[in-house]
Antibody
């Protein structure tokens, strides 16, 4: 059974840093592209970042230069290093597996809450 | 960047109703269009991929259509468990933009 479990969410002050993790199981993690998607309170889904199986990386403009996505295939884990956090980064962060020739997100985690507030 | 616009933003309907949600892309995305269902406190769930392909395990009352810039998600006969927020998403290019969501509520 495919499982994605996020962790690392917390309350952090503006300007602070946080590292989110996503533990994957039930599939060959190294073969899949992975994404981070977030949902701010009362808002819709917002794509944040992508990493391919080969290490190609993309970011949303809203987080470029502040967030870093990475993966450790030996540990079946995906990460999101979040620096210079702002109030507008407050959201539930989901990791999602991307698959297929049409690049859809077929499995998602339950999410981890990041709150940026003083 | 490709902008995705859904309509309506919210919708009230009754069990047994047929409902259709539309999604428009700001440029042609061929059939690189996916639909997700999201309930509060839960992981989003893939319903339809490549515009019209039903994800495994998703009930056949869900269907998708369209290509190019205009797409639809139809639920043929609403069930109680279908009341949720629905999002379209384009996977034609990065950033993988989502529509703003359509909240389906019980009438």
């Amino acid at each position: 059974e495919v499982q994605l479990v996020e962790s690392g969410g917390a309350l952090v002050q503006p300007g602070g840093s946080l590292r989110l993790s996503c533990a994957a199981s039930g599939f060959t993690f190294s073969s899949y592209e992975m994404n981070w998607v977030r949902q701010a309170p009362g808002k819709g889904l917002e794509w944040v970042s992508y990493i391919s199986s080969g290490g190609t990386i993309y970011y949303a403009d809203s987080v470029k230069g502040r967030f870093t996505i990475s993966r450790d295939n030996a540990k079946n884990s995906l990460y999101l290093q979040m620096n210079s956090l702002r109030a507008e980064d407050t959201a539930v962060y989901y990791c999602a597996r991307e698959t297929g020739s049409r690049d859809y997100f077929d499995y998602w985690g339950q999410g981890t809450l990041v709150t940026v507030s003083s | 960047d490709i902008q995705m616009t859904q309509s309506p933003s919210s919708l009230s309907a009754s069990v047994g109703d047929r409902v259709t949600i539309t999604c428009r892309a700001s440029q042609s995305i061929s059939s690189f269009l996916n639909w997700y269902q999201h309930k509060p406190g839960k992981a989003p769930k893939l319903l339809i991929y490549a515009a019209s392909s039903l994800q495994s395990g998703v009930p056949s009352r869900f269907s998708g259509g369209g290509s190019g810039t205009d797409f639809t998600l139809t639920i043929s006969s609403l069930q109680a468990e279908d009341f949720a927020t629905y999002y379209c998403q384009q996977s034609y290019s990065t950033p993988r933009s989502f529509g703003q969501g359509t909240k389906l509520e019980i009438k």
